[in-house]
């Protein structure tokens, strides 16, 4: 999940230098342990005001450690990663894209953590999807830093106007929408619910909530299952939406849906919590829209529930290689407890890593927290990102809602492919 702070290059937490290079964690006293530990954050992963206190009270319990935080860029972070993990002097401690970690857990580049688990706050109430992406195999491979889960913005106030009510089924999520649809007919540009067409995140929640996936495990091969009757129920229930409400790009992403809204043609997202700010941006959204916007989770087809969403974030891992290992995992249990989690979510308005803490959202974040009570992730391989590479979602659902080929026609042959990419060809 990428968020904008202000960028962190290099925070010093102590300048004592070591002409041998430093202890390699195996002193007891912790005051007398000594060295420099390397950490890499993603930009706009933390406030720098989290970081500051994280490393003060780092410094406190290890004045003679030295403490490198060097901020990375999400564009060109896969191929750092591979060439550090590669090479004999990796950073101690990197922060990763949970969909990342299975690859580099199954290359043995990360440390196995799982007799450590214990030892961090809150590591019997983390969110069970980044817990998942930390398991791999088993075995722990990291620890769950924060999410970012998806629900639906809305128009407060062109629900009044059409006289329509919060949905709480999708079901009811379309009778709203065509009520939507009804009161701007004269506008050609209205959309009750916006959704393009390779919106993927978006389109899980109703493959999940009808008991479908992306695929499944036996062992260690994989099997393709978005042509289960499941995947297919959820699917057709989301073209039904998308024919009926929506007039995006059916052939586009949604990287530019916030903009869309901004302009006043749009009365619902699907949406991450963030992205209110970037609507209500006085530079490139429309500020007079914040009293104006409200959230509610996605309705699941079982009225009064709500849909499974897919949880982004990232994870903190050990690096196998690191020289600092006692020391990494300590500086890890300190961004990663209870404190500094409670700062997260405050502070940096992120969902934290943890169930305990979900009360802290506030205002609309409630929404977005709440939101990531019932998440999924996706299927936890090594070959995951090749599959994301190879747009393998994003093709299938263009070819659904542009009527290219029918749904069975469709996950049939994105499930062959997922199937033949996750198992290692191509």
């Known amino acids: 999940m990428t968020r904008t702070w202000l960028s962190v290059v290099t925070v010093a937490v102590a300048v004592i230098a070591t002409a041998c290079g430093g202890s390699t964690g195996t002193t007891t006293n912790p005051a007398d342990q000594t060295g420099t530990l390397t950490v890499w954050l993603m930009n706009g992963s933390a406030p720098q005001s989290v970081i500051d206190s994280v490393n003060a009270d780092f410094n406190a319990k290890y004045p003679k450690v030295t403490v490198k935080v060097e901020i990375q860029q999400w564009g060109d972070i ?36 799982s007799g450590k ?9 983390w969110l069970q999807s980044l817990t998942d992406s930390c398991t791999v195999n088993s075995k722990l491979y990291c620890v769950p830093y924060y ?16 006289n329509v009510q919060v949905p709480t089924s999708m079901d009811d999520l379309l009778t709203v929408g065509q009520k939507l649809m009804t009161a701007h007919s004269s506008d050609p540009n209205f959309s009750a619910l916006y959704f393009p067409g390779k919106y993927w995140y978006a389109a899980l929640p109703f493959v999940w909530d009808f008991g479908g996936n992306i695929a499944t495990q036996s062992g260690d091969k994989w099997q393709g299952s978005l042509n289960a009757d499941g995947s297919q129920q959820g699917l057709v229930k989301l ?48 500020p007079a829209l914040k009293d104006k916007l409200g959230a509610f989770p996605i309705p699941s087809h079982n009225s009064g529930q709500t849909a499974p969403v897919f949880l982004g974030g990232s994870d903190l891992a050990v690096a196998a290689r690191s020289k600092h290992i006692d020391l990494a995992n300590a500086w890890i249990g300190m961004l990663t407890g209870q404190k500094h989690m409670t700062d997260m979510a405050t502070v940096g308005g992120v969902i934290p890593n943890t169930t305990s803490l979900l009360g802290l959202g506030t205002g609309l974040n ?46 049939g042959s994105a499930s062959s492919r997922i199937t033949s990419i996750l198992n290692g060809g191509g």
Do not use: C
């Open 239 to 286: 073209q039904n939406l998308v024919n009926a409400l929506s007039r995006a790009d059916k052939t586009g992403d949604e990287a530019k849906q916030d903009a869309a809204f901004a302009q006043g043609h749009i009365a619902m997202i699907i949406a991450n919590g963030w992205e209110v700010g970037v609507i209500t941006d006085p530079k490139a959204g429309n």
């Open 366 to 411: 409630q929404v977005f927290f709440g939101a990531a009570k019932n998440s999924r992730f996706v299927p936890n391989s090594k070959n995951w990102a090749s599959v994301e590479n190879a747009n393998v979602l994003p093709d299938m659902l263009v070819k659904i809602f542009t009527k290219q080929q029918t749904i069975p026609e469709a996950t």
């Open 117 to 125: 688990k214990s030892s961090f706050d809150n590591s019997n109430t």
């Open 147 to 162: 999410a970012g889960s998806r629900a639906i913005i809305y128009r407060k106030d062109f629900f009044t106007a059409a």
């Open 78 to 113: 896969g191929t750092k990663l591979d060439t550090a993990f590669g090479g004999s002097n990796p950073p101690d401690v990197i922060e990763l894209g949970n969909t990342l970690v299975a690859k580099y857990a199954a290359a043995d580049a990360l440390e196995n953590i």
